[in-house]
Each structure stands twice: as structure tokens, then as C-alpha cells.
């Protein structure tokens, strides 16, 4: 089963400079599903990542590195699911983000677990479907 990569864990394996314990768990473990290969990233995500960088030859050394993983179609009623899953999350007092609930569109739409440390997922999976990836 495929995995779909949050930016936050992205984020913490390519963006930080010294890693702590937990980051170091976690870069491990996205080296192995990526070893396996059964990640999977969405363009948006990939915005998101490269989003925000002040220098250009750091944005420049990320987008290369994140350049062998090809983003995974996103279907018009990925969006439409994702609004939906907006709306049943704020029924519930949940806010998130369009990218969040795109992202649990595809991952159930495709069966896959989502690998995040955001733990506003964790409050989305009281309401919705998805499956989250714990590293072992």
C-alpha cells in the first residue's frame, strides 16, 4: 500500500538543519517507504514545500531533490470529496486547510495511509476515513 507524504514530514526531513531523536525516526522511516517505493505526493504538497524559501540555491537544491518523485493525479471529485470533508470537519468545530482535506481525499479515494506529524489530521480522523501511517 502506497503512502501519502504529508509537507510536514517532508519538511522536517529536507528543511531542517540538525535533526532531532524524533526526526531522525521519522527520516528513517520515509528512507525505507521510499525505499520500498510506496510514497506518494500530490503537486500540492509539493507547492507547499518549496513554498517559502528566502534562498535560491536552497529552493533550487529541494525542488532537484524532489524532482524523482512524480506527483499523483488529482481527479475533480478529489476536490469536490475534499470540500465535503471540509464541511463535516467544521460541522464538528475542526478547521483545516483546502490542501489538508485534499489530502485525505486522495489518500482514501487511492486506500492510502497518510504520513504526517500534523496532529490536525489526528482531530480529521475522529470524523473522516482516512488511515494514518504510524512509523514502526
Known sequence: MN???????????????????????IANALISLIQDLRIAIIGPVRQELLSGISKQAVFDDLKQKMSVFTDSIIQTADYELAAEYSNICRKHGIQGSHIDF??????????WEIFTEDIDF??????????????R
Not at 489530502?103 to 486506500?111: E, L, T, Y
Not at 489526528?122 to 512509523?135: C, H, R, T, V, W
Request: charged share 30%; glycine share 2%.
Open 3 to 25: 503512502v501519502l507524504i504529508d509537507t510536514s514530514v517532508w519538511s522536517l526531513v529536507f528543511r531542517r538543519n540538525k535533526p532531532q531523536e524524533k526526526e531522525k525516526k
Open 122 to 135: 489526528f482531530n480529521y480522523k475522529e470524523y473522516l476515513p482516512i488511515k494514518l501511517y504510524i512509523p
Open 102 to 111: 485534499l489530502i485525505c481525499a486522495v489518500a482514501v479515494r487511492n486506500g
